[in-house]
């Protein structure tokens, strides 16, 4: 399978924009790019199917999981189990880009935000 980045179109969900790569496809973990605008915060979440695993591209972004912080960098990964609660927000003056893998695949119903 081959997925072309200027195929896809960008969604917004409370105001982060995602290209979800494997939208769409029939995959076994989903990939998809996130941008996280500066003061823009991604709401206390959880998942009842995956792990996420996050990687930083660029920007700083805080971290919070299970009521512990952490301040990632480029380069960085994070990876939060199934069940976990978390959020991160951008803190900075420029965009955060963020690649996340859903394994398994993203199915919103088993997503919970507070």
């Known amino acids: 399978m081959l997925i072309r980045h200027e195929d896809l179109k960008p969604l917004e969900f409370d105001e982060l924009?995602?290209?979800?790569?494997?939208?769409?496809?029939?995959?076994?973990?989903?990939?998809?790019?996130?941008?996280?605008?500066p003061g823009i915060s991604h709401k206390l979440s959880w998942s009842n199917r995956s792990d996420k695993y996050y990687?930083?591209?660029?920007?700083?972004?805080?971290?919070?999981?299970?009521?512990?912080?952490?301040?990632?960098?480029?380069?960085?990964?994070?990876?939060?189990?199934?069940?976990?609660?978390?959020?991160y927000s951008n803190t900075g003056t420029k965009d955060v880009k963020l690649?996340?893998?859903?394994?398994p695949s993203f199915k919103l119903e088993c997503e919970v935000f507070e």
């Open 17 to 37: 924009k995602i290209i979800d790569y494997t939208a769409g496809h029939d995959t076994n973990s989903s990939f998809a790019e996130i941008t996280v605008p």
């Open 55 to 87: 990687y930083i591209i660029q920007g700083d972004v805080s971290f919070t999981i299970n009521d512990e912080s952490y301040n990632l960098l480029p380069g960085d990964v994070c990876i939060i189990p199934k069940g976990a609660r978390f959020k």
């Open 99 to 103: 690649i996340l893998v859903h394994t």
